[in-house]
């Protein structure tokens, strides 16, 4: 199996060029066909969706491809950093959390412009809550960053970012609440750049692949000891349940107008958002106390091993004792013999 892996691992790494001319050649054809698609204002098609995810597939691969010619992946795997990443699953779980706090401040910064600009309630709301987002992220990542190198106690600070992670998923699940009303009154507005039903199926796919990694990595995490680790499966596994109910809201909007239709959308989303709610309170706020529960506990163990420490003597100060005492015996024992022997002379 290993013996696969590593020649799967070279071929990625320096692909025959025959292939990498086929990808660019690909890459091309399907990039010319979605811009003749939008030139000839066919794009917004539902026919045209799947030449643009070729076109955006190819194009990725095409750029790869470039990169493996000119050896710069073959260069990188024998960096530390790079070697640490594919070795290490925390590692990898801490550089998403990074990227996916980069992403959310990008949202927020370009999404506070544009929801001035428009006077757009629905965008506003949305940046406020892709705030909230940020902040368990940055609980987590920060702390680590900041102390990285450095002689600290890496046990106290997972449990404390753990802790406050917690209390900031109980913030994320208030401030989801504007969004719930929003949605349940209607005023979810959405402009598509591609037709209506790509761009949900889309969503829902990416939807889809989302919760079910985040459950796959809530499983993989269970028993760890490492608490920042599980606090930022926490943090994704909350971010899923939202965006599960983005996509319901969504679907439910864009159904054909029907009798039962506005019946549904008036009772399937306030219920589904309120439980999503309090699925993440819950669990923030059994992060928070479970976090505390064991702060406060490793802090008792530790002030105890200090104590005993502080309590028993260095084995090196015992034996200096003894041999201290042991000189003065001889000591004694050597003045109580030339005392005796100055007797006698005299006698």
């Not at 979605?34 to 597939?57: K, N, Q, R």
């Not at 990074?98 to 940046?127: D, K």
């Not at 928070?288 to 163990?301: D, I």
């Not at 090196?316 to 041999?323: L, R």
Request: proline share 4%; hydrophobic share 50%; with cysteine.
């Amino acid at each position: 199996m290993k013996l696969k892996r590593d020649k799967l691992i070279r071929f990625l790494l320096k692909p025959p060029l025959w292939l990498c001319i086929v990808v660019w050649a690909a890459g091309a054809a399907s990039l010319a066909g979605s811009i003749t698609l939008y030139y000839l204002g066919l794009g917004a098609e539902m026919f045209a969706l799947p030449v643009h995810i070729v076109a955006l597939v190819f194009f990725v691969l095409s750029l790869y491809a470039v990169l493996t010619v000119i050896g710069v992946p073959e260069r990188a795997k024998d960096k530390p950093r790079v070697q640490k990443f594919f070795s290490s699953y925390s590692t990898r779980a801490f550089v998403y959390a990074s990227c996916s706090i980069i992403f959310n401040g990008c949202y927020v910064a370009f999404g506070i412009v544009v929801a001035n600009v428009t006077q757009s309630p629905w965008l506003g709301v949305l940046v406020g809550y892709h705030v909230f987002l940020l902040l368990p992220r940055i609980l987590v990542i920060v702390p680590k960053l900041r102390n990285r190198g450095r002689e600290t106690d890496l046990k106290r600070q997972q449990l404390r970012s753990y802790s406050y992670s917690g209390l900031a998923l109980v913030l994320l699940a208030i401030a989801i609440l504007p969004v719930i009303r929003m949605v349940v009154e209607g005023k979810n507005n959405y402009n598509y750049f591609v037709g209506v039903v790509a761009y949900v199926s889309a969503i829902a796919l990416y939807t889809f692949i989302k919760f079910g990694i985040s459950l796959y990595n809530l499983k993989k995490v269970r028993g760890t000891d490492d608490m920042s680790l599980v606090a930022v499966k926490n943090i994704s596994f909350a971010d899923a349940l939202i965006s599960v109910f983005v996509l319901q809201a969504m679907m439910l909007k864009e159904l054909p107008t029907r009798p039962n239709t506005a019946l549904l959308n008036a009772k399937l989303n306030p219920v589904t958002g309120v439980l999503i709610s309090v699925a993440i309170c819950a669990l923030g706020v059994h992060m928070l106390v479970s976090g505390f529960k064991k702060l406060k506990a490793y802090s008792r163990e530790a002030a105890q091993a200090s104590e005993t420490e502080n309590a028993s003597p260095p084995d090196c100060a015992v034996e200096q004792a003894d041999g201290g005492a042991q000189t003065v015996e001889r000591t004694r024992s050597d003045d109580g013999i030339a005392e005796s022997v100055e007797n006698n002379d005299g006698a």
